[in-house]
């Protein structure tokens, strides 16, 4: 399959070339940049949804009842699975988390030509993602998927990458699974545009909504929102039935038991809700427009280290600084003007 | 440019349970530097098949113990066919207990090598290290 | 044991000795002094004596054959009275395929019989269910509905012959329809003999004939000893194995560990219940693997029996003695056969199975050489039971009860086993909060077992990849050749006929008691009642295995298993 092949058959929703463009893109081969230029225009149609949260919630559970929930509604679902790959031997073991063994299981997305599911090694990357995670969305959102699904390595730490690819976060917890500081030492709390406590049939359920639910009090934006509702609005907030209060979106806290499919089809509400919210509040132009941003900067970034690569003598250079000749800002100085001024 | 990762899909087709083999299969390919997908147990030869296309896989591995490997070998080959992808440009290997009758007629079905019980993980290795590359039309081709 | 005084003297010569004579004698020869351990990773020293054993205790820790704790025994004359059962794993094709290789096997002095099911009937599925396809009859026989079990145990009487039933999920039945020939035969139910395997928790670590959750199938299985204590007092209800965990990659240690707790578990499910642990403890047995390592499968057998003596009279209280014996199966390891020199095989399972007698087994299959091919052929299969015969008639060890009992490497090794296993075991009680079943339901939610053993696995394979372990034939003494084994091949016909026969017999059964039978099963499933009457009704109206398993997913949901690799 040469590049042609492949961008045409993407349009023409042909599974092989959707597979072999990702294949291109996360190894980079000769020719992914083509692929990606050539779809750009018929990107920013689906719905992108970011999972996270600790290992062990469920995540994998919540995202296949929810693929299956939103088959249900019509909606072609593709879904992308980061799993941690190791920055040594570069080997991984992948995909191992959603699809489940016994042979009833997920029998549903197995085979449902409706559904697209591919994992990603990160390659030893921190963050959550892959490197080349956002261009894989990029090219399930081309052939045409109407959901996508993110999910992250869930290792637990740091993993904020997601608000970097996702339109709506959704941050999964489970009954007393670390202790607070752990979570907000995480940084996940922040990133949440839904929240999941899943398990819930475990006992510590409430607990954990409490202290969930003050930490969404405390927030600035939502300090704001509350002080001019009435006590009788904060049930309706709580459960993300009000989202249009003022201008922002107060994140709500669901609980779910996922392996039976408790509480799926309302967090598939609330996660069609807050798309809503976030296009017609501009949210979702903003938050597109800052990644558009940010890839660019690292597009631009990227074909400049090229660049340099190719042009000048890195390791003489290098030397230069570290034997105290020449100091870094000066150098840079030095190789941008060059790069702009001489041709 | 980073070097194209060599992924491989490893899964048990049918009913049986052994599991052993292809779970330390998994360990040394990732330790290898491969980029396995193991599907778990107990799956079709349709779910093989869709895993096999939708994860752009460069080798297939089919382990299977029950002895049904005649009917469910072929199957999974065809439906790769069947879901768009080209069997003829992966590595479809096989392991487990499979009598020596069956292994030429297995090759003719498509499969390119049988993976008997015993087998030392390094010649696994090596077999795809080196037959990868020889795949005519395919991304690997060197 | 020893007095003070003479262990003291021991001890020092012993010093004395490594010092002088070991140490100079190694420095000569440049021999090495480390990396010899057991199969199991247990380190062992060059000698051992009676300082190695100077904590225990003869009378209470040794003893005698067939008084507390059982280490040499649980007969008191073990193989002079009666030698152990000689029962071969055995089943493909058809009901009427397999009745024939029994027929055969009993003519050539086999003593009991051991069936073997194929992977439908083992799953609970039906010949003619489109996930049976192409594994019918294949590794065992077909059995969807009674009709087969008639065709099966034609010509055999089950007042002589004691039948073992290697099933899981499905156990309750086929112990229904065991019953139900029993009961066509004319022969009294208290009378019949044999075993159900009936270990689901050993699935769930390992074998992986995955059906239903963990917490319904341990209900089941409960169901099954309270029906069977009552209908059934000479049949063993459950086979307790550590077999499949072994063979899926487990040490020596976690094969005892594990097998244990899994007992304990069923113990305190069978107590919850309110059954009486003195009726039912007779009817539990154990089934364990013997693999290559000779003196610590030795010790592995010494140990189980010890430490299931104490578990069950000083943690569960049961007042008979027979409630203490661990009655056990052994199997040669399976997983220790090579494709390659298969006739190497049989040199391996003779030192396996001598390894289980010398450790007091009561029934012992062995493992034809062609088994890393395909099912055994019918000459594999008589050599595999010559070697037991050979063994029984010819060797001698069966005319002194624990000939290695007071051996000190063998006393040494056998605490070792049970100190390390004690060990598991407690760790297991601590996740479940001071319970055993929960500990180990806990264990298999949490992917404790399927982590230690998949660890364990793995070490091995590295150790056989490095060369740091040797399988003759595989990684040293290799030869090129061409194998010429003869395979036994199922006919191919064999799920087109066993399809029409199921389809016959639900045409000409009467479809409104089954409809009744498999509804009382759902209501009793539904309930939390023993469902084993209802199963009972079901089997003797030709409901079809899949029907009945069928109907208990629907009332408890099918169990999915996170890959863990």
């Known amino acids: 399959m040469n590049v042609d092949e492949i961008v045409n058959g993407i349009f023409s929703k042909n599974r092989r070339a959707l597979a072999r463009a990702i294949t291109y893109v996360e190894n980079e081969l000769p020719g992914s940049k083509e692929i990606l230029k050539a779809i750009h225009s018929r990107t920013g149609r689906a719905h992108v949804i970011g999972l996270t949260g600790f290992p062990g919630v469920g995540k994998s559970t919540i995202m296949s009842k929810l693929t299956e929930e939103f088959r249900k509604r019509g909606k072609m679902v593709g879904i992308v699975a980061v799993d941690p790959g190791s920055p040594f031997t570069g080997g991984a073991l992948l995909g191992d988390r959603l699809r489940m063994e016994g042979f009833d299981a997920n029998k549903q997305l197995w085979v449902d030509p409706g559904v697209f599911f591919r994992s990603m090694s990160s390659r030893g990357r921190a963050g959550g993602l892959a490197a080349k995670t956002g261009d894989v969305v990029k ?169 340099i690569k190719k042009k000048f003598n890195y390791t003489e250079i290098l030397k230069e600084i570290v034997e105290n000749k020449k100091d870094p800002y000066t150098v840079a100085e030095e190789i941008i003007s060059k790069l702009c001024y001489e041709r | 440019m980073e070097e194209k990762k060599i992924r491989v899909v490893l899964a048990k087709v049918g009913l049986d349970g052994h599991d052993r083999g292809v779970k330390v299969l998994a360990r040394f390919l990732r330790d290898a530097g491969f980029e396995v997908i193991y599907t778990g147990l107990h799956r079709t030869p349709q779910e093989v098949a869709r895993a096999a296309v939708d994860e752009d896989a460069d080798v297939v591995g089919i382990s299977l113990h029950s002895g049904a490997h005649m009917t469910l070998v072929p199957k999974t080959i065809q439906y790769i066919k069947e879901y768009g992808g080209k069997p003829e440009e992966m590595l479809i290997l096989v392991g487990g207990i499979i009598p020596n009758d069956d292994i030429p007629k297995l090759k003719e079905l498509g499969v390119d090598e049988i993976f008997i019980p015993g087998t030392p993980i390094s010649t696994i290795i090596e077999y795809i290290r080196e037959n990868l590359k020889k795949k005519k039309g395919s991304i690997n081709e060197r | 044991m020893m007095e003070k005084d003479e262990m003291l003297e021991i001890e020092a010569k012993r010093r004395e000795w490594e010092e002088k004579c070991y140490k100079d004698w190694l420095k000569k020869t440049k021999a090495k002094d480390e990396g010899f351990e057991s199969l199991s990773g247990i380190e062992l020293k060059a000698i051992y004596d009676p300082s190695d054993v100077a904590h225990t205790d003869f009378l209470r820790d040794i003893g005698y054959p067939g008084e507390f704790p059982f280490t040499r025994g649980v007969y008191p004359n073990m193989y002079r009275g009666r030698l152990w059962t000689m029962r071969m794993f055995s089943g493909f094709g058809t009901a009427e395929d397999t009745n024939k290789r029994w027929k055969m096997l009993l003519r050539e002095g086999e003593t009991g019989l051991s069936t073997a099911f194929d992977f439908p009937t083992l799953m609970g599925l039906d010949s003619d269910d489109p996930l049976a396809d192409g594994e019918v009859g294949k590794v065992g026989v077909a059995v969807d509905t009674l009709k087969d079990f008639e065709i099966l145990f034609d010509g055999i009487p089950l007042d002589k012959i004691s039948t073992s039933f290697t099933i899981n999920p499905p156990a309750g039945i086929i112990l229904a329809m065991y019953t139900a020939i029993a009961d066509m035969q004319g022969v009294p139910r208290e009378e019949i003999r044999g075993t159900i395997q009936n270990d689901m928790l050993k699935e769930f670590h390992a074998q992986n004939t995955l059906v239903l959750p963990p917490e319904p199938s341990v209900k089941i299985i409960v169901d099954i000893f309270e029906w069977g204590v009552e209908n059934v007092p000479k049949f063993n209800l459950i086979s307790i194995s550590g077999y499949h965990i072994r063979e899926a990659g487990s040490t020596a240690v976690q094969e005892l560990a594990f097998t244990i707790a899994d007992g304990m578990a069923y113990v305190e499910a069978a107590i919850e219940r309110g059954i009486d642990i003195d009726k039912l403890a007779p009817q539990l047995s154990f089934f364990f693997n013997s693999h290559n390592d000779f003196f610590e499968e030795v010790a592995k057998f010494r140990a189980a029996r010890r430490m299931w003596a104490k578990i069950m009279r000083d943690i569960y209280g049961a007042k008979n003695p027979r409630s203490w014996w661990m009655k056990f199966h052994v199997q040669t390891a399976g997983c220790s056969l090579t494709a390659q020199q298969p006739l190497n095989n049989i040199i391996r399972t003779t030192i396996q199975a001598l390894a289980a007698v010398l450790g007091g087994c009561q029934s012992l299959h062995t493992n034809s050489f062609d088994e890393a091919w395909a099912l055994p052929s019918e000459e594999a299969v008589r050599v595999a039971l010559r070697t037991q015969q050979i063994i029984a008639y010819e060797s001698g060890v069966t005319s002194v009860v624990d000939p290695l009992g007071g051996s000190w490497y063998v006393e040494w090794l056998t605490n070792k086993m049970e100190e390390l296993a004690w060990k598991y075991i407690e760790q297991i009680k601590k996740m479940g909060g001071g319970s055993m079943l929960r500990g180990v339901l806990k264990g298999i939610e949490n992917g404790f077992f399927v982590k230690e053993i998949s660890n364990a696995a793995a070490k091995y394979q590295r150790e056989v990849e490095e060369g740091k372990r040797f399988i003759v034939g595989v990684n040293k003494f290799t030869i090129e050749e061409e194998l010429k084994i003869p395979i036994l091949k199922v006919d191919p016909e064999v799920q087109r006929r066993q399809i029409e026969r199921l389809r016959k017999i639900k045409a000409e059964r009467d479809n409104s008691s089954v409809k009744e039978a498999l509804d009382w099963i759902k209501s009793a499933a539904e309930n939390n009642e023993n469902i084993m009457p209802a199963v009972f009704e079901a089997v003797k109206n030709y409901a079809t295995v899949g029907e009945i398993i069928g109907t208990l997913k629907k009332v408890h949901g099918t169990y999915r298993k996170p890959i863990i690799v």
């Open chain 1, 139 to 307: 090219i399930l959102d081309a052939y045409g998927f109407d959901i996508i699904f993110v999910e992250t390595v869930g290792a637990g730490q740091g993993e904020v990458d997601i608000v970097k690819v996702a339109d709506t976060v959704v941050v999964i917890l489970m009954p007393e699974v670390g202790d607070d500081i752990q979570l907000s030492k995480a940084g996940i709390l922040e990133i949440a545009d839904i929240f999941v406590v899943n398990k819930a049939d475990l006992e510590g359920v409430e607990k954990t909504v409490r202290w969930l639910r003050s930490m969404v009090m405390m927030s600035e934006e939502v300090v704001q929102t509350l002080s001019t509702l009435t006590h009788a609005d904060e049930a309706r907030v709580l459960s993300g039935e009000i989202f249009k209060v003022s201008n922002h979106w107060v994140p709500p806290i669901h609980t779910t038991i996922a392996d039976r499919g408790v509480g799926i089809s309302e967090l598939a509400d609330s996660i069609e809700k807050h798309y809503e919210y976030q296009r017609k509040s501009g949210g979702l132009l903003k938050r597109r427009s800052s990644r558009a941003k940010i890839e660019l900067e690292e597009i631009i970034l990227g074909e400049i280290k090229n660049l």
